[in-house]
């Protein structure tokens, strides 16, 4: 029996020392790559917005939500992308992150016209995928966290896309802020066995869709 959970032990500790690692690696292949000043980030034709949820329990606002939205705004106003593709979840009939997320930003000021929607971004691989895939983005801007900015450039690279990021506002030192940070390790060591060892795709890919940017547009 002891043993047995000297083994378990041992092997528990391997696999905290493979996230570990491979939580560095992700952090490095996004170095040189991320923005929080907007006067420095470099112009890109398109925003890839991440979705996730407007509110959380007892109908609070999710600040992850709110700041992703700020974020693509000011991005979008001060004329370093020409458009923002949102890509999000839209699970059932009342559960659609694209649409809400489109809603508040046409509040904000962003023309109806310069926001496209990817339905089929359940999980943060199919919305850097599907945004090659289906709308034939090579290069773009990823909107979030920095934390899943870092794990969007990682999968980006991977499919050979020059992606960069703008940083979303956190909100460090709270209960949110850590569970999060928790579940983040676990996706990255998820996101390096789908593209190194599984070789996953998206759940979807379905028909091209266009992006409309005009030539002379500022």
Do not use: C, W
Not at 173 to 198: G, P, S
């Amino acid at each position: 029996m002891k043993r047995f959970l000297y083994i378990l032990l041992l092997v528990a500790l391997i696999v905290v020392i493979f996230i570990l690692i491979i939580n560095v690696y992700i952090q490095d292949s996004s170095k040189g790559r991320i923005y929080s000043n907007v006067t420095k980030i470099p112009k890109r034709d398109v925003a890839l917005l991440l979705g996730t949820a407007k509110y959380i329990k007892k109908g609070k606002i999710n600040y992850f939500y709110k700041y992703r939205i700020d974020a693509a705004v000011e991005l979008f106003k001060s004329g370093k992308v020409k458009a923002i593709l949102v890509s999000g979840d839209n699970a059932t009939r009342y559960y659609n992150e694209p649409a809400t997320m489109r809603a508040d930003l046409i509040k904000r000021g962003i023309p109806k016209d310069k926001i496209y929607l990817d339905f089929a971004g359940f999980r943060t691989l199919d919305s850097i995928m599907r945004a090659k895939e289906i709308f034939n983005l090579n290069s773009f801007t990823v909107v979030s966290q920095r934390f899943h900015i870092e794990r969007a450039i990682y999968i980006a690279r991977e499919n050979n896309i020059d992606a960069i990021g703008f940083v979303a506002k956190d909100i460090p030192n709270t209960k949110a802020y850590f569970k999060v940070l928790l579940r983040e390790y676990l996706a990255r060591f998820k996101a390096f066995l789908d593209l190194k060892i599984l070789h996953t795709t998206p759940k979807f890919f379905g028909k091209f869709e266009k992006i409309y940017i005009r030539e002379n547009e500022k």
